[in-house]
């Protein structure tokens, strides 16, 4: 699940067509029961051309690949995503097409079965967020996840609250948001992509996501709760901005670090 998280994240990003450039600084902070699921994410982001660069500028836990100091660039034109180390100068490469790929054969091992899906949308008005007129709403989203891989079986009841405060007035931003909403992605669970489709045509109208603050509850069968978590992205600023072709380039003499691009 985390993959397909990562993979459907990695794919907004490929939806930026060329426009001038454009900067915004990002804040994450997820709070939770346990310290494990705490984090605090800084990002400083940059698009221009199809490409955008991805700065993790503070990670109080590091998360996957999300690394203090590292940097993502995601290239529209090669279907690449280069994680970027300048302490150890490494480039890790990854095929997006290679990681879709792995995602479907996944898909053969791992069932996805998700029933009891409810879902309530409130209008909670208009507000300012850094200057921008902003449409508030609210999502409840339950469900239940049923997940078998080989002779293990889980299942998941999941709470879901959104409270998204979105503004169509982001030129840049708004343009990369509506493609995304506009794309029809595949994860390859039927179950998974029918309830995705249902939660981004939710997201539909409302703009560009300014401030979202997200709280999840997850349960086992019997309805303990195993974890509960709540996080707020706050975009705290932005920038129209040229940058030098060289700000979205791959270092020259960096080496090579576990590279995920699939068979030679």
């Known amino acids: 699940m985390k993959k397909i998280i990562l993979i459907m994240s990695v794919l907004m990003a490929f939806t ?30 940059a698009a221009q051309d199809g490409i955008v660069r991805q700065n993790f500028i503070n990670v109080k836990r ?31 490469p990854m095929s997006l097409d290679y990681m879709l790929n792995m995602t479907q054969m996944v ?69 990369l948001n509506k493609m995304f909403l506009n794309k029809d992605f ?6 998974l992509d029918i309830m995705i489709k249902k939660q981004m045509a939710q997201n539909k109208g409302i703009g560009f996501p300014l401030k979202t603050i997200t709280r999840t509850i997850h349960k086992n069968k019997k309805g303990k709760v195993k974890s509960d978590s709540t996080t707020t992205t706050i975009i705290e600023s932005i920038i129209s901005k040229k940058f030098p072709k060289s700000y979205f380039e791959v270092p020259k003499g960096y080496s090579i670090s576990r590279p995920l691009e699939g068979p030679q």
């Open 186 to 191: 595949k994860t390859g669970f039927k179950d």
């Open 62 to 92: 590091k998360k996957g690949m999300m690394e203090e100091g590292t940097y993502w660039l995601f290239n529209s034109k090669d279907n690449m995503i280069y994680v970027v180390n300048p302490d150890d100068k490494t480039v890790t």
């Open 16 to 45: 930026v067509t060329s426009f001038a450039g454009i900067e915004w600084t990002s804040k994450s902070t997820t709070t939770a029961k346990k310290k494990r699921d705490r984090n605090e994410i800084f990002m400083k982001i």
């Open 107 to 175: 898909n053969k091992l791992v069932k996805i079965n998700i029933t009891d899906y409810k879902a309530e949308s409130k209008s909670l008005g208009t507000e300012k967020i850094n200057g921008y007129n902003c449409k508030h709403i609210k999502l409840i989203t339950d469900y239940t996840m049923k997940m078998k891989i080989t002779f293990i079986k889980k299942t998941f009841i999941i709470h879901e609250e959104k409270e998204i405060w979105g503004s169509k007035s982001v030129k840049g931003l708004n343009n």
